[in-house]
């Protein structure tokens, strides 16, 4: 994954062409520390993006329950019995996406493949929660987290049960610095108007702007950006789900200007697209 920074107000075409290109400064990691004296500053007026997919633990050799075997797209058989704790294993792997995601600090974090597991919360309900090893980048950090509605973790984790006996979910997020960044409060009223653009578990959705003195002051109007996951087999699926992130950000733009033939916001759309 490679961190795009991209002045606000670029053009998408440029903004596209730009997006895939590797941070000119992106830091080193050591044996899971990092080199912090090479981290890029990432304070002024550029908006910072970078797309991890994280290789869902329960994806990596499960046995299909409707197959009675493990599917090749998930055996890895290039990777060897001997390499397989050091490069598979979410114990060794999971301090160094940690390091690997903090070492950008990039103002927003399209995450692909997060896997999450079940708990209780303080009030006895059951919720989900992030891996032991990510939470530090939210607990600690200055970075929160967006997800899709419970409702539809609950569709995942069923799914998952049914074909890989893991009653875990896994989803795509997006993680955005709260210290420059401001998230619009309408995901509820949006949600609630508009069905056909709810968050997904392969696409979650925000709407942003900048905070003042953060170096994004000027991005004054709102933005949206869509993490996403697009379907790996079919490629009207993955149309349909470029229009969902469309439809959900045409929506968030209406919603605020309460205006219905608002035209189309600055968007940006990053994520593990299959092609």
């Given at each position: 994954s490679t961190p795009a920074r991209i002045p606000y107000g670029t053009p998408f075409s440029h903004a596209a062409a730009t997006a895939g290109l590797p941070h000119p400064s992106f830091p080193p990691v050591k044996g899971g520390k990092l080199l912090h004296e090479s981290l890029p500053d990432n304070s002024g007026p550029y908006l910072s993006v970078a797309s991890f997919?994280?290789?869902?633990?329960?994806?990596?050799?499960?046995?299909?329950?409707?197959?009675?075997?493990?599917?090749?797209?998930?055996?890895?058989?290039?990777?060897?019995?001997?390499?397989?704790?050091?490069?598979?294993?979410?114990?060794?792997?999971?301090?160094?996406?940690?390091?690997?995601?903090?070492?950008?600090?990039?103002?927003?974090?399209?995450?692909?493949?997060?896997?999450?597991?079940?708990?209780?919360?303080?009030?006895?309900?059951?919720?989900?929660?992030?891996?032991?090893?990510?939470?530090?980048?939210?607990?600690?950090?200055?970075?929160?987290?967006?997800?899709?509605?419970?409702?539809?973790?609950?569709?995942?984790?069923?799914?998952?049960?049914?074909?890989?006996?893991?009653?875990?979910?896994?989803?795509?997020?997006?993680?955005?610095?709260?210290?420059?960044?401001?998230?619009?409060?309408?995901?509820?009223?949006?949600?609630?108007?508009?069905?056909?653009?709810?968050?997904?578990?392969?696409?979650?959705?925000?709407?942003?702007?900048?905070?003042?003195?953060?170096?994004?002051e000027n991005v004054n109007w709102p933005f949206v950006v869509s993490s996403i996951h697009l379907d790996a087999t079919s490629e009207v699926k993955r149309v349909g789900q470029i229009g969902r992130c469309l439809r959900r950000a045409r929506a968030f733009i209406q919603h605020l200007a309460n205006d219905d033939d608002l035209c189309f916001p600055s968007s940006l759309i990053a994520g593990d697209m299959n092609t």
């Open positions: 997919n994280l290789l869902a633990p329960c994806y990596v050799r499960p046995v299909d329950k409707r197959t009675g075997g493990i599917q090749p797209f998930a055996a890895f058989e290039w990777i060897s019995d001997v390499d397989t704790p050091e490069v598979l294993d979410i114990d060794k792997r999971g301090p160094r996406l940690l390091a690997a995601l903090r070492s950008c600090r990039a103002d927003v974090l399209c995450i692909q493949e997060l896997q999450l597991s079940r708990s209780v919360g303080s009030d006895n309900e059951e919720q989900f929660e992030l891996p032991s090893w990510l939470k530090p980048i939210v607990e600690d950090d200055v970075y929160d987290i967006c997800l899709p509605p419970l409702s539809e973790l609950e569709v995942m984790s069923n799914r998952n049960q049914r074909v890989l006996g893991i009653d875990d979910p896994v989803t795509s997020a997006l993680m955005y610095r709260t210290d420059r960044l401001k998230r619009c409060n309408d995901n509820e009223s949006i949600s609630s108007k508009r069905k056909e653009s709810e968050d997904t578990s392969t696409c979650v959705t925000a709407c942003f702007y900048g905070k003042d003195q953060s170096g994004l």
